[in-house]
């Protein structure tokens, strides 16, 4: 059968790891290239890599930096940061990365998911959305954001959501701002209802703070992927920086006890 | 040496620092004269069908690979699109394939209209081995990476080695005597892929 993935998400900036919460003040935690090979080791599903400076630098992808990290990554990675041209993701594919990540250029053209799924197949292209809750006494429901949180759009997350898998988009991201690096769990109720709202594969980031919470989120929503940046970089009450992701056996346990197979 | 076809699809550098790590010889080939001394080919490939067939024309290497491949029984590895390649022909697009394994490339949907699963098939899912005497040898309850809409729909039961299932098995490895393709990604496939690359280059 096919099994929901468990992701660690890495957030780039200046070349190193950065750690956020709720989308602000990075803590440094290490060298990219180094937790590649960590979670190389301990066979990561997958590999989401953002890097959270280019776009708001207006800067390109940094392209050796990306070469280096497929070099290095034996499993299926996912880059994306700065990336707003056909051009840029033809390249990124072709330096060995499964998939490219498109974020504010998606949202201001969702066009532009279509031309890269021509060039490189809908499989690659991957929309990741920076969402946040509204809060106050007269506002509900979710809004979309770029740069990093700092800009807010005027879209219906579903209806959004739909726009970006007839656009072409082979997987959304949901990355939800006010639970970076909460980990107190995943906004369930978000993820069934963009679960329900489209047929294409889905990963939720932002919220998880236990191997629980990734069970959860199976239970509610199926085969999914579930990404998590603290808790595969911080080990303890104390946030003390550790490589760790979960082994095989107990990715088997999550599985079988949320999903009832395996 | 193992060289891996470098047509500008496909990670080409994913498989050298892979062999490199298994202790093999490895070289990627932008030209038929690369292809010359080659033991062991790999075709990678990602994307639409009709792009690779169109790149790897233009390429320059395609004479010289089906001599290596269909004359002198060079072993060859296609991966994903690369895989594809191998089949007459491919519900995605109009080029004709190699057609060095009878069989045409079809969608989940358009096997099983009323598939619900999401598409593209994306993550990693189990293999049923059907043939454990080559690229499968020495594995136990193997699991690889896929990333894909489209499959090998062989018309030949016994070119077909192993299947996996996603709403309906489907065949996810094949064989024609010297040539071999698998729809998964044994490069991003950890300890099983490392495994797989592993008995191919010692084929």
């Known amino acids: ?262 | 040496m193992i060289y891996v076809v470098d047509y500008g699809l496909g990670n080409v550098q994913a498989f050298l620092t892979m062999f490199k790590r298994l202790g093999f010889a490895a070289a990627s080939a932008r030209s038929s004269t690369d292809l010359e001394n080659a033991t062991k080919i790999i075709l990678p490939g990602v994307g639409a069908f009709d792009h690779a067939v169109e790149l790897l024309n233009q390429s320059g290497m395609r004479e010289q690979l089906e001599k290596r491949v269909l004359m002198d029984k060079v072993p060859l590895l296609g991966i994903c699109v690369g895989m594809q390649l191998l089949a007459n022909g491919s519900e995605e697009g109009q080029a004709p394939g190699l057609g060095w394994v009878p069989g045409r490339v079809r969608s989940f949907r358009s096997v099983e209209p009323s598939m619900h699963l999401p598409q593209p098939h994306m993550g990693w899912n189990d293999v049923t081995v059907d043939d454990a005497s080559t690229i499968f040898a020495n594995m136990v309850n193997p699991r690889f990476y896929f990333l894909h809409s489209y499959f090998f729909d062989c018309e030949r039961p016994d070119n077909a080695i192993a299947h996996s299932s996603y709403g309906l098995d489907f065949t996810c490895a094949v064989r024609a005597d010297n040539v071999y393709g698998v729809q998964f990604h044994p490069e991003k496939s950890h300890h099983f892929g490392t495994q797989l690359l592993k008995n191919f280059a010692e084929l």
């Not at chain 1, 679960?195 to 990734?214: K, N, Q």
């Open chain 1, 1 to 262: 059968m096919l099994r929901p993935r468990i992701i660690p998400c890495l957030l780039v900036q200046n070349n190193g790891l950065v750690k956020t919460v709720g989308f602000k003040s990075p803590k440094y935690v290490g060298d990219p290239i180094n937790a590649v090979k960590i979670f190389n080791e301990k066979e990561a599903d997958e590999l989401i890599v953002l890097d959270i400076d280019a776009t708001v630098k207006g800067a390109e992808p940094n392209f050796q930096m990306v070469a280096h990290l497929a070099a290095e990554c034996r499993m299926p990675l996912c880059y994306g940061g700065g990336v707003r041209s056909v051009e840029q993701a033809k390249r990124i594919i072709g330096l060995g990365v499964e998939k490219v990540a498109i974020s504010a250029a998606a949202v201001a053209d969702p066009q532009l998911l279509t031309r890269i799924a021509d060039a490189v197949g809908r499989q690659s292209v991957v929309a990741v959305l920076d969402v946040r809750k509204r809060t106050g006494l007269f506002s509900s429901g979710y809004e979309i954001t770029t740069r990093n949180g700092n800009v807010s759009h005027k879209l219906d997350i579903i209806d959004f959501v739909k726009e970006l898998e007839r656009a072409g988009a082979g997987e959304i991201v949901i990355n939800s701002v006010d639970r970076d690096g909460v980990m107190k769990g995943y906004d369930l109720k978000l993820a069934k209802d963009i679960r329900e709202a489209v047929g294409i594969p889905l990963t939720f980031l932002g919220g998880a703070g236990s191997l629980g919470d990734i069970g959860e989120l199976f239970k509610t929503c199926g085969v999914v992927g579930a990404a998590a940046g603290s808790l595969f970089v911080f080990k303890g009450q104390y946030r003390a920086v550790l490589i760790n992701y979960p082994t095989q056996a107990q990715k088997d346990e999550i599985i079988r006890s949320s999903l009832h197979v395996c």
